[in-house]
């Protein structure tokens, strides 16, 4: 089972950017989907963006041309760019690797990276 790091995660005002990242162990990374989903406080875990091992994406509506998923199997690693944040993006995110796209939310989790958005 793949184990996942993510970093990045802070303090930014709203209209910041901040940069996520996931690094995972393993030699398997680039078979795996991989995924960024978080959760705010009282809310369910919902799944941010996605990319499928070929470099297929989806993104959930509110973030769509602001955030953009990344990945460079060479670094086993997984990147978030979040660009202009608003309140509503405050959460603590957290990366998934599952086998496909749609399996995305099972699999491996990491321990999550807080994100604030305040001013």
């Known amino acids: 089972q793949v184990q996942l790091a993510e970093s990045g995660g802070g303090l930014v005002q709203p209209g910041g950017s901040l940069r996520l990242s996931c690094a995972a162990s393993g030699s398997m990374f680039s078979f795996y989907a991989m995924g960024w989903y978080r959760q705010a406080p009282g809310k369910q875990r919902e799944l941010v963006a996605g990319i499928s091992s070929g470099g297929s994406t989806k993104y959930a509506d509110s973030v769509k041309g602001r955030f953009t998923i990344a990945r460079d199997n060479a670094k086993n690693t997984v990147y978030l760019q979040m660009n202009s944040l608003k309140f509503e993006d405050t959460a603590v995110y957290y990366c998934?690797?599952?086998?496909?796209?749609?399996?995305?939310?099972?699999?491996?989790w990491g321990q999550g990276t807080q994100v604030t958005v305040s001013s």
């Open positions: 998934n690797a599952a086998p496909t796209l749609p399996q995305l939310g099972f699999g491996s």
